[in-house]
C-alpha cells in the first residue's frame, strides 16, 4: 500500500491533538477568578436547580422591591417559586423589612422595601461580598 494514504486511527489522534491544542489556548484566556467566584456563589443541585444561601434569597427580594411591586414580579426578578418566596416574604414583612401597600382603585397588593429593609440589604451585600 502506498505511503499517501493515512490510517483512520492516525486522523482520528490528530483531530485530538488540535483540539487538546485549543483548549489550552482558550484556557490561557480565561480569568479562573471569576469562575471561582460564581461557583463560591451559586451550587447546582442534581436536578440542575440552582441552590441559593437564604441571605442571596433575601437580597434578591429586597432588591427587587426597590420599587413598589406585585409579588408576580418579585418572584421573577428574584428568580423564586412561590413557596419559597412566601416564606422569606412573610419573614421580612413580619421584622419591618418591607411595607405591604394596597393600591387604591386598582386593588392590587404591592410590596416595598423599608429604611429597615435598605439597612439590612446593604448589611448583606457587604458580607457577602467581603467573603
Known amino acids: 500500500m502506498g505511503s499517501d494514504l493515512t490510517s483512520p486511527e492516525s ?6 491533538e488540535s483540539r487538546t491544542s485549543q483548549i489550552a489556548r ?3 484566556m480565561i480569568n479562573w477568578s471569576k ?14 436547580r440552582t441552590v441559593r444561601s437564604q ?12 420599587t413598589p411591586s406585585v409579588e408576580h414580579w418579585i418572584m421573577i426578578k428574584a428568580r423564586l417559586g412561590y413557596e419559597t418566596f412566601w416564606s422569606h416574604t412573610s419573614r421580612l414583612l ?3 423589612m418591607m411595607n405591604r401597600l394596597i393600591e387604591n382603585g386598582r386593588g392590587r397588593t404591592l410590596y416595598s422595601i423599608t429604611e429597615k429593609g435598605l439597612r439590612l440589604l446593604d448589611k448583606l451585600k ?6
Open 55 to 66: 441571605d442571596t434569597i433575601q437580597i434578591a427580594i429586597l432588591e427587587a422591591c426597590r
Open 126 to 131: 457587604s458580607k457577602e461580598y467581603s467573603q
Open 94 to 96: 413580619k421584622e419591618g
Open 11 to 16: 486522523s482520528k489522534e490528530r483531530k485530538l
Open 26 to 28: 482558550i484556557e490561557g
Open 35 to 48: 469562575f471561582d467566584l460564581l461557583i463560591k456563589n451559586r451550587l447546582r443541585s442534581r436536578k440542575g
